[in-house]
Every structure is written in C-alpha cells, then in structure tokens.
C-alpha cells in the first residue's frame, strides 16, 4: 500500500465539531485561503468566492440559519463558499460584450444552469482543497450544507447579488487535546467504484449494500419507522430542514435563468 504525508492527512480527516482554545493565526488562515485557490478551476474563471465571516453577531446568526447547529458559532474561522458569475457578468457588461454579439450568431445571456453547476464544481474543490491543507495543520474542519437553507435571510446577511449561491461553508477549528480520530465507515469500494459504465446494484447488491448501516436501526424511533430505510428518510430527506434547503434551493436557481440582457 502506498504512504505517505498527503494520503496520511486524507486518511485521518474527519468531520470535527468541538475546537480547542487555541486560535487559528492569520499565517494558517493564510495557508488555508491559499490552498483554496490554488484549487483547479474551470477555465482558470475562479468561479466563487470566499467570505471569512469575523463579526461574532454574523457567525451566531449564521449558525440559526444553517438550522441551529450552535457549534458552527464557536469555530475560530468561518469561511462561506459561494458559487460566483458575478464578477464575469460584471466585467462583460463594462466591456461590451453585449454590443459585441449584436448581428453575432450568439447571443449575450446571463448565466444559466450550466454556469451555476460550474461555479458549484469550482467552489466546492476550492473549499475541499481548504480542508485538506487545514487538516495537515492539525486544524479539523466541517462542511456546513445548511447555507443553501432560508435563501433570502443569507442573501440579505452576505449581501449577496444575483449572480451567486452561498453553496458551502465551513467551518475550522484546531483538534482538542487527545482527541479520539475515529474515521466513519464508508461503503465497500464494489458499491462506488465502476468500470466503464455504471452498473446499477439489483436487490441483494442493495441490501449488501447497507447492511452495517441496517444496524443502526432502532424500533423504538419516534418515526415510526420499520427499518433504518425509513428512519434515515424521516430524518434526514424528508425532515423540515431538507424540505427548507429544497424550497431554498429553488429560490437560488431562479436567479439564474439565461435571461438575454
Ligand atoms: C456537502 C456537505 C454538507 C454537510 N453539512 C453538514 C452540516 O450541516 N452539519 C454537520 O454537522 N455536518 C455536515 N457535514 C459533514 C458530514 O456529516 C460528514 O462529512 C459525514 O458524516 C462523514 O463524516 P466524516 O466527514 O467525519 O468522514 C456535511 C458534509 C458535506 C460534504
């Protein structure tokens, strides 16, 4: 098996919700905010931005939006990661290029779907690149999915404009003293991993599948759920908070419509 120092701090990352007192200096901050932007990035667009949130007000009221998870507010640094066509749509505007395509068989129009999922791509490896460098500094981090929840209260928040959509953010601390690293178990490598074409699992497949998690199920869920299936989905795809990222979702997605200016 190959070691070495990257695959070492991949392999002991985990998700980390409790911080040591020990702040994180501007010279980390500094690595990880590099590190971020040293992300690949479609066209070379760098298609995000990063807002490092200070104000101790903000990072409380960002913990209640994000479905009140009240450790999100005791992180020593916030970093919201937002896909970003703004500053494009800005710098096209101030030169042109709408006059441009006049009498052109294209069109000037305002980003799209398409432009949204590539910003998405573009910011979320920029924000993993972030967590990885965080972690070989022995600073634990966690993603926050929650910011694309109460859309018009974030965008308000950040002040965001239109061309944008606060996809992630996460939140970094340093390890406590003997933390207990205890990687969580994914699914077998057969379940995820295909060659040349994807191959979709038949029945036993699935229930091999999920067969440790199977053992999570409790029967005494206050769901009333019959198996872990149904438990997982009261709790989680189907619970009040992803019914609010769903609907908040859509109130992103319609910023970005491909409107011709
Ligand atoms: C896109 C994304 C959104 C997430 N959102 C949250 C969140 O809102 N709150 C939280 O505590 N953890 C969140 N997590 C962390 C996951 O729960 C965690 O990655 C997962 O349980 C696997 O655990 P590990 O990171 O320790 O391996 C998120 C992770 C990802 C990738």
């Not at 911080?19 to 590099?34: G, K, Q, W």
């Not at 992300?39 to 994000?66: F, H, V, W």
């Not at 074409?197 to 409790?218: A, G, K, T, V």
């Not at 769901?223 to 709790?235: C, E, P």
Request: hydrophobic content about 40%; charged content about 25%.
């Amino acid at each position: 098996m190959i070691k070495n120092d990257v695959l070492d701090v991949i392999g002991q990352r985990i998700s980390l919700r409790a911080y040591s007192d020990e702040p994180i200096t501007s010279e980390e901050e500094n690595a990880i905010v590099n590190a971020a932007m040293r992300a690949p990035t479609a066209g070379n667009q760098m298609l995000y931005s990063m807002i490092i949130i200070r104000d101790a007000k903000k990072k409380e009221l960002l913990a209640e939006l994000c479905d009140h998870q009240p450790f999100v507010a005791k992180a020593p640094l916030m970093i919201v990661f937002v896909a970003d066509f703004q500053k494009w749509v800005d710098y096209y505007i101030k030169n042109d290029v709408k006059g441009f395509c006049e009498g052109k068989d294209f069109q000037f129009e305002a980003p799209q779907e398409s432009d949204l999922l590539l910003a998405i791509e573009d910011a979320m490896i920029a924000a993993q690149n972030s967590v990885i460098a965080a972690e070989s500094m022995n600073i634990g981090s966690c993603y926050i999915g929650d910011i694309m929840e109460n859309g018009e209260q974030i965008k308000e928040c950040l002040q965001l404009p239109q061309y944008t959509m606060p996809i992630s953010m996460v939140v970094y601390g340093h390890y406590p003293a003997n933390y207990p690293r205890l990687p969580k178990a994914r699914f077998d490598k057969k379940f995820v991993v295909f060659e040349d074409s994807y191959h979709r699992l038949n029945d036993e497949e699935i229930d091999e599948m999920f067969q440790s998690q199977n053992q999570h199920y409790r029967s005494d869920n206050s769901a009333g759920a019959k198996n872990y299936a149904q438990m997982f989905y009261a709790r989680k795809t189907g619970a009040k908070f992803c019914k609010e990222m769903a609907r908040s979702a859509r109130f992103w997605l319609k910023q970005w419509d491909g409107r011709l200016f």
